[in-house]
């Protein structure tokens, strides 16, 4: 059996202790706010520029990882006796992320890397590096792992609400005037995560009729859900018990949103990805 190396990005939004712990590797993007270029860091790290972002009109910029970002990742794998590689990352539709692993391969020319687009993030993505990882120590090759989470990823949803418009309209996904006005009216858009795109699925008026209708869309079998939040903890945590109570064996938990994927979406964003 070889022994084989996960990797994935820092959009999966991983617990530090968990990669250490499990030995996974995190590529970071980048962003670029006020002048300043940043990696995006691990959970726990997002307070400050998202209290930056509540506080000046500026807006941020971000950036897949360069080829060689990969590339040193892979070449490390291999020279810590790992066989294998597989790396599992943010929607291709989203970021050239799964672009920039793919030219690392070929620089490298090794056929052993397996690279996955997750068409997904988030929670979502961090469920599927767990399934990697759990499913790599019963000893399942990397193929099977490959076949297991590509038919998992299809059972993949992301349904969230934002606190404000405002966010939407600086990154250029609505007009200032639409913000101003869904604003005054308390809409609340409901924005889906599907073929790997962030679309608008419906707008609802209050953020409780929001939260509901995000709430029709879990199917009575779900396994995993993770309650995403951007400074929205204690929103976060009553939608949580409300999802406990709704889903009783459902794994359920509480996660932070980071610059690359919540920039666009603001302080006090909630909702849920799930499988």
Known sequence: MGKIKIITD???????????????????????????SFLEGFKGEYDEFFNKLASTSLFPSTSQPAAGDF????????EEGYDEIIAILLSSKI???????????????????????????ASNLRFLVEDAVNTAKEGKTSKEIE???DKKKKTMNVFLTTGT???????GRLSSIQS????????????????????????????NNALSKILSYVNDDVQKIGVCHILNIDEAMKFKEILEEKYPNAIITLDDLG?????????????????
Request: aromatic letters at 10%.
């Open 165 to 171: 418009l405002e966010y939407l309209a600086r990154g």
């Open 71 to 78: 590339f040193n990742v892979y070449k490390e794998a291999f």
């Open 259 to 275: 610059p690359v994927v919540g920039a666009h979406l603001g302080p006090k964003t909630l909702g849920i990805c799930f499988y």
């Open 95 to 121: 970021s050239g992320t799964y672009n920039s692993a793919v030219l690392a391969k070929n620089m490298l020319d090794d056929e052993r890397i397996t690279i996955i687009d997750s068409e997904s993030a």
């Open 147 to 149: 076949d297991f989470i």
């Open 10 to 36: 820092s959009t999966s939004y991983i617990e530090k202790s968990y990669i250490i712990k499990e030995n996974v590797s995190v590529v970071p993007l980048n962003y670029v706010f006020d002048g300043e």
């Open 180 to 207: 101003t006005l869904g604003n005054l009216l308390s809409i609340k858009p409901i924005i889906q995560l599907k073929d790997g795109e962030l679309e608008l699925l419906e707008k609802v008026r209050g953020k």
